[in-house]
């Protein structure tokens, strides 16, 4: 099979979503992990050179006007101990003059006196973190003119911070890895799960009878695949309307052939065993009306059955139709019948053309089959009259003189071998109404039927307009 006949995995389609997120989830909670990490590291670390700076604040002496340190040596040696980092400690004045301790720091950035200012810088070719403070002093040293500030300076190489952050990266990397992974797992086996009401109603399908065209159960099918299944059952009611009216009516239309046909048989079995010439030649002759009554009859089912079943794509390449040229067309058609019957045809068109879209071949056919049953049952030297209105929809109206039909037969009107009139010499099998109405309908119209007060019978066709 071609790779562009196979449909795409609904399964694969999922996945294919899903890993860009879950990646996408699994890197922002790495990311922010190591943010957080790497803060609260920071934070730590930095609370423990501040703790520094503060002893060794508190260890300064300025008595007689020099400047004394007393370094906190058991708390620097405890901070070394706790971490792998190197300490460098600086205390010194304002002009650099004295300076006691690492005298080889790079100078902190611009700090204040409140509380301790954190900084990073490089010194030996290492990453130093720093804390320093200012430290106002109430009396000048060493004989200046005003009281200086000191400058304490406590920082510590990072690379302990550095292996503590990544050893925590590295579990938390491990975590997010594992979490991720099995949720991706629990997520293949809940798309699985998800899909296994699909995968009955496939099985449902492959065990259905060919012409089993009942509803498929929608207690079982997932919410999101209901209004698929909702249509697909309204596609096979269609489906099974259809079948059904096929059904009844090729059930009809044999019953209605098994008559002419039994009647030709017994007429050609009679010819065959007559030895008369002149017998054989009536029986022959009688078979004549009953062929022709077969013929339309055929020809009017053929007609009914396609009328019945127009396609979408038939429908959309309908052409323009002219009814006030296509009327003069059917009447001359019938023209020949109608001096048979010494029935006259009058023909009332407007003045402008009255334009429809539609199949020209089904409304001939249709008109063609109203104006048959209106001759046929016009008395003789009777009149058809044919007229055509024009309003919101185009009406072709066919009155005869007869004797009309009965009201019960009007309330049924259209329907397939139904016969209209009460006169059993003139009854007829009734597809010729039913392939009008079916033409009428299928071009957006009806047919609707009434006997006049004054006598007779009149049946009208509505079309849609083009611009209606």
């Avoid at 101990?81 to 902190?108: C, E, F, M, N, W």
């Avoid at 049952?377 to 055509?388: D, E, K």
């Avoid at 009201?407 to 329907?415: D, F, K, S």
């Amino acid at each position: 099979m071609p790779p562009m006949a196979r449909g795409r995995s609904l399964r694969l389609a999922l996945a294919l979503w899903m890993l860009p997120l879950s990646l996408f989830v699994f890197l922002s909670s790495l990311w922010v992990t190591h943010s957080n990490i790497a803060a609260l590291a920071d934070s730590a670390y930095d609370r423990s050179l501040a703790g520094a700076v503060r002893a060794i604040e508190e260890n300064i002496s300025t008595t007689n006007g020099g400047l004394g340190v007393q370094l906190p040596y058991t708390l620097l040696a405890t901070l070394q101990a706790a971490s792998t980092s190197v300490i460098y400690v600086r205390v010194s004045t304002d002009d650099k003059l004295v300076q006691i301790g690492d005298i080889g720091l790079p100078p902190p950035p611009a700090i204040g006196s409140d509380r301790p200012h954190f900084y990073t810088i490089t010194y030996l070719g290492k990453e130093l973190r720093g804390a320093a403070l200012r430290v106002p002093l109430a009396q000048p040293l060493y004989g200046a003119d005003a009281p200086q500030s000191l400058i304490v300076e406590v920082a510590e190489t990072t690379e302990s911070r550095a292996l503590f952050l990544r050893r925590v990266s590295d579990v938390a990397f491990v975590r997010d890895l594992s979490i991720s992974l099995i949720g991706l797992g629990l997520l293949v086996v809940g798309i699985g799960v998800s899909l296994r009401p699909l995968t009955r109603l496939k099985e449902m399908f492959d065990g259905r009878a060919p012409h089993d065209l009942s509803p498929i159960p929608t207690a079982s099918i997932p919410t999101e695949a209901r209004p698929l299944i909702d249509s697909f059952n309204t596609l096979l009611q269609r489906h099974a309307d259809q079948y059904a009216a096929q059904r009844r009516f090729l059930d009809d239309a044999s019953h209605q052939l098994r008559t002419p046909i039994s009647v030709l048989q017994l007429q050609v079995d009679y010819a065959l065993s007559t030895p008369s010439p002149e017998a054989q030649r009536e029986a022959i002759a009688a078979m004549g009306p009953v062929i022709a009554r077969a013929t339309q009859m055929t020809r009017q089912m053929l007609t009914l059955a396609r009328a019945e079943n127009l396609s979408a794509t038939h429908v959309q390449n309908w052409k323009q139709i002219d009814l006030t040229a296509l009327l003069p067309e059917v009447l001359r058609l019938h023209l020949a019948p109608a001096r048979a019957a010494t029935v006259a045809l009058d023909l009332d068109l407007p003045d402008g053309p009255v334009m429809i879209a539609g199949d020209d071949t089904l409304i001939f056919e249709g008109l063609s089959n109203l104006l048959d049953n209106a001759i046929r049952h016009s008395p003789a030297g009777g009149t058809v009259a044919v007229s055509l209105c024009s309003g919101a929809l185009a009406e072709i109206t066919i009155r005869d003189h007869g004797r009309g039909a009965p009201p019960q037969i009007l309330a049924h009107l259209g329907e397939a071998f139904l016969t209209i009139r009460s006169d059993r010499s003139s009854a007829g099998t009734g597809l010729g109404l039913s392939l009008a109405q079916t033409v009428a309908r299928a071009h957006g119209g009806d047919l609707v039927a009434e006997n006049p007060a004054d006598g007779g019978f009149q049946i009208t066709m509505r079309l849609a307009r083009m611009d209606s």
